[in-house]
Nanobody, 118 residues
Framework: QVQLVESGGGLVQPGGSLRLSCAAS????????MGWYRQAPGKQREQRDL??????????MYADSVKGRFTISRDNAKKTVYLQMNNLKPEDTAVYYC?????????WGQGTQVTVSS
């Protein structure tokens, strides 16, 4: 009932920026928490790390490793969550997944690759 489409990943040099987007569609009347997670190379799905979350009333939380560099935001009218990533580092290289919470439970995006390399 819920589909998520992510975009915005790619290859960027250290110090560069990227903006990820995740748009939800389907029979969604309201969305609770929205968030971004990442899976580093060689790690399993169960080892996805939380990057940032934003609640329905716009309270945000960040992993210590991204504080001050990443900003999460949401547009409820567009059912979209964003992740602005600045000053990217090689250790940010991962597949990034969005997750939203609705009455149907947790829904995950398909993932978008972010590679930080010179």
């Amino acid at each position: 009932q819920v589909q998520l489409v992510e975009s915005g990943g790619g290859l960027v040099q250290p110090g560069g920026s990227l903006r990820l987007s995740c748009a939800a569609s389907g029979s969604i009347f309201s969305i609770g928490d929205m968030g971004w997670y990442r899976q580093a190379p060689g790690k399993q799905r169960e080892q996805r790390d939380l990057v940032a979350t934003i609640s329905s009333d716009a309270n945000t939380m960040y992993a210590d490793s991204v504080k001050g560099r990443f900003t999460i935001s949401r547009d409820n009218a567009k059912k979209t969550v964003y992740l602005q990533m600045n000053n990217l580092k090689p250790e940010d290289t991962a597949v990034y997944y969005c997750k939203i919470v609705t009455i149907f439970g947790n829904s995950w995006g398909q993932g978008t690759q972010v590679t930080v390399s010179s």
